[in-house]
């Protein structure tokens, strides 16, 4: 990435299949930005989860450090 724009997604995937997408969009020359989702699912045991960040040539970054804040995921079971 070129750090110039920011423009990223990331899609939470259940099985291969994409559940929900979230996409942060800067128009500022080395600005910052920040998304959030939920996304409700039914689960089963055994389902598999992973996070897939889009690739796209000379865009934005994901920071995760004491500086710029940290990067976080997490779930809840409601039964």
Known sequence: SNSQYGEIN???MQN???KGVI??????????DTATAFVVLETKVGDQ????V???DGQGDIYSNNSNGRT????FRVS
């Open 72 to 75: 976080s995921f997490s779930g």
């Open 10 to 12: 990331a899609a939470l």
């Open 49 to 52: 989860f992973q996070i897939a």
């Open 54 to 56: 889009s690739e796209w």
């Open 23 to 32: 996409v942060a969009d800067t128009e500022t020359k080395y600005d910052m």
């Open 16 to 18: 291969g299949a994409v």
